[in-house]
């Protein structure tokens, strides 16, 4: 069975500061990799996904994430926090066949001003 | 081009109770997937509906049912309501095609169900 594994539940930056959340997951064969960020009762939104064409993914808001197969991470990244990246965020991976998403565990991020 | 609907947006039910939580995918779209989120068990997938057949099914006992109209529309039911059903019932779509590129899901803003 695949698993997610998201290092930190919560992590506080400054606001221009770097941020990086982690997303580690096991799996024999690369699968399809996403990021979503959940702000207070809202749903997910996607952030980028991964599909096998650059391992080097670029999102939306800023955001990107580097696959690296040989440390089976897909940490996510963004040059400058601002106050509106406070949110939930959640790593998850999908195999080839099959709709099924599995979920890490989900980073809460606070960005103080 | 709209977004996932659910509705209701809020629910309040009591133990025992059954309910019926509806989704609208985006149009085009024809697979549809419901999760659970709750704080102690996270994200966790309960079934995925593609031209009206159940193609994945999460680990959620039989209380959990769901199904999928000619028209993509999905709802999910409850029946015998536990407090520990609790949660923000999130759908997504997608287009559901297999294999190949990614097919990404697209997730509506959830049904909160509390159970009293």
């Known amino acids: 069975a695949q698993s997610v594994t998201q290092l930190g539940s919560h992590v506080s930056v400054s606001e221009g500061a770097l941020v990086l959340l982690r997303c580690n997951y096991s799996s024999s064969v690369p699968p399809y990799l996403f990021w979503y960020v959940q702000y207070p009762n809202q749903g997910l939104q996607l952030l980028l996904k991964?599909?096998?064409?650059?391992?080097l993914v670029k999102g939306i808001n800023g955001f990107e994430a580097e696959f690296k197969k040989s440390e089976t991470s897909f940490h996510l990244t963004k040059p400058s926090a601002h106050m509106s990246d406070a949110a939930e965020y959640f790593c998850?991976?999908?195999?080839?066949?099959?709709?099924?998403?599995?979920f890490g565990g989900g980073t809460r991020v606070l960005v103080k001003p | 081009k709209a977004g996932v609907t659910q509705t209701p947006r809020y629910l309040i039910k009591t133990r025992g109770q059954q309910v019926t939580l509806s989704c609208s995918p985006i149009?085009?779209?024809?697979?549809v997937s419901w999760y659970q989120q709750t704080p102690g068990q996270g994200l966790q997938f309960l079934f995925e509906y593609f031209s009206e057949t159940q193609r994945n099914k999460g680990n959620f006992p039989g209380r959990f049912s769901g199904r999928q109209f000619s028209n993509s529309r999905s709802e999910m039911n409850v029946s015998t309501l536990e407090l520990g059903d609790s949660a923000l019932y999130l759908c997504?779509?997608?287009?559901?095609?297999?294999?190949?590129?990614?097919?990404?899901?697209?997730f509506g803003p959830g049904t909160r169900l509390t159970v009293l």
């Open positions: 997504a779509s997608s287009r559901g095609t297999s294999g190949g590129s990614a097919d990404t899901q697209y």
């Open positions: 149009s085009g779209h024809r697979s």
């Open positions: 998850a991976v999908r195999r080839a066949a099959g709709n099924k998403l599995t």
């Open positions: 991964y599909t096998s064409a650059a391992t």
